[in-house]
Structures are given as structure tokens and as C-alpha cells.
């Protein structure tokens, strides 16, 4: 699992530069894939910025553990919405 402790620091997550092939393959620096956690098979969704930014690259396993994490806490905000509005009743 990847480190957290210094996520908000850009000199940690930048891996420096990557050249696009002329097939459209990206070769993933090194310390990114194992920083990431990142191997040979892992399917990433590739995500555009709407205006073009750039892209996104995410394990999907990562993203369904973020989906399942935020479903969660929904629910845990749906049921203290409920019991609140039966206390109010």
C-alpha cells in the first residue's frame, strides 16, 4: 500500500518525465510503480482533465476501494440524517 505520511508534498510524487512511443505506450518511471504499488498486469482507468490538462492514471482496484470507503461514510451520514429526523419528530 502506498505511503501517505507525505502526500501533500510535490518533491514525493514527481517521478520526473515519460516520452509517449509511437504505439501510445508510457513507461511508468521506476519509483512511481513502486511507490504505487504498481505491476506488471494492474489495470489503470485512464482519466482526461476536461480542458485538456492531462491525464490520470488509477488503479482500479484502488479506485473500488475509494468507492467503497465513500459508500460507507454516505451511509454512516444517511443514518445520522434519519435518526435525526426521527429525533425531531
Not at 514527481?14 to 512511481?32: D, L, M, N, S, Y
Not at 494492474?42 to 482500479?60: A, F, N
Amino acid at each position: 500500500m502506498p505511503n501517505t505520511d507525505d502526500v501533500s508534498t510535490l518533491e514525493n510524487n514527481f517521478f520526473g518525465a515519460a516520452t509517449v512511443g509511437e504505439r501510445g505506450q508510457v513507461v511508468i518511471p521506476a519509483e512511481a510503480r513502486k511507490k504505487m504499488d504498481i505491476e506488471p498486469g494492474d489495470k489503470l482507468l485512464v482519466i482526461g482533465h476536461p480542458t485538456g490538462l492531462g491525464i490520470l492514471l488509477c488503479k482500479i482496484d484502488k479506485v473500488r476501494d475509494l468507492f467503497a470507503l465513500l459508500s460507507e461514510r454516505l451511509k454512516t451520514l444517511e443514518n445520522a440524517v434519519e435518526s435525526t429526523e426521527t429525533n425531531n419528530e
